[in-house]
C-alpha cells in the first residue's frame, strides 16, 4: 500500500532550527509537496520537490532524496507564527495525492 | 491572484437536509478534489474529477456526490446529511507541480 510517515508532533524554541521528516512509500513519483496549516484555516502551499537536493526559500528549505523516499522541511529562525501543522504529500504515479497525517509544530519563546 | 473559492466558511445544517458545497478555481486546473478533515485523521479523499463530467470516487465517498459541469466549478453534495458528515470541507484543484486550496468550509450538522 501507500503511505506517507512523518512525526505527530514536534516542540522547538523560538529562534532555533527544526527539521520535520518525511519518508514515503507510493505507486511511483511525480513530486512531492509541503503545505503548512494554521489550525481552522486551510492548508498553504510551502514548496515542491520533483529533483532530489535541497530548495531553499527564505526561512524554509525543503529537501528530497527520492532513492531514499525520504523528504525534509527545515525552518530557521522560528518565529511564533510558524506554530502550526506541517503535511507532507506525494504525487504518485496516478497524479493522485498522498497524504501524511501532518506534523504539528509547537514553538516556545 | 490565482485562487480556488468556497460558497460558504461555516454552515449549520440539519441531518437529513440536502447541503451542496460549491468550489470554483480561476486557473483552468483539469484537476479538482474533495477532502474532508477531522482531528487526528488528516486530510481524507472524498472524491476528484479529473475533466469536466469526469468523477472518481476517493477513499471515503459513502453519502456524497458531486458534480463537474464546467471546468473551473465543483460541488459537493450531501443527499441527506448525517451528524457524521460534521467536519471541514476542502476542495483542492492542481496541475503539475501546484496544488491550490481553498479556504475550507466547516460544516456542522445538527
Known amino acids: 500500500g501507500q503511505n506517507i510517515d512523518q512525526p505527530t508532533e514536534m516542540t522547538a524554541t523560538e529562534g532555533a532550527i527544526v527539521q520535520i521528516n518525511c519518508t514515503y512509500q507510493t505507486s511511483g513519483f511525480n513530486g512531492l509537496f509541503w503545505y503548512q496549516q494554521h489550525a481552522g484555516e486551510a492548508p498553504t502551499f510551502l514548496s515542491y520537490?520533483?529533483l532530489d537536493g535541497l530548495e531553499e526559500k527564505g526561512r524554509f528549505s525543503s529537501f528530497l532524496s527520492r532513492s531514499k523516499g525520504y523528504s525534509y522541511l527545515l525552518l530557521k529562525e522560528l518565529q511564533m507564527k510558524d506554530s502550526a501543522s506541517y503535511l507532507c504529500a506525494v504525487m504518485d504515479s496516478n497524479y493522485q495525492l498522498i497524504w501524511g497525517a501532518g506534523t504539528k509544530l509547537i514553538i516556545k519563546p | 491572484d490565482v485562487k480556488v473559492t468556497q460558497s460558504s466558511r461555516y454552515l449549520v445544517k440539519r441531518t437529513g437536509e440536502k447541503v451542496f458545497l460549491e468550489c470554483v478555481q480561476d486557473?483552468?486546473?483539469?484537476?479538482m478534489f474533495w477532502y474532508r478533515q477531522d482531528p487526528g485523521l488528516g486530510l481524507r479523499l472524498i472524491y476528484f474529477s479529473y475533466d469536466v463530467k469526469m468523477k472518481e470516487k476517493g477513499d471515503i465517498p459513502e453519502g456524497y456526490s458531486v458534480s463537474r459541469e464546467k471546468k473551473e466549478r465543483f460541488s459537493l453534495i450531501l443527499e441527506s446529511a448525517s451528524t457524521n458528515q460534521t467536519s471541514m470541507y476542502l476542495c483542492a484543484s492542481s496541475s503539475a507541480g501546484q496544488v491550490l486550496f481553498g479556504p475550507g468550509t466547516r460544516l456542522t450538522v445538527t
Open positions: 486557473m483552468d486546473h483539469e484537476n
Open positions: 520537490n520533483v
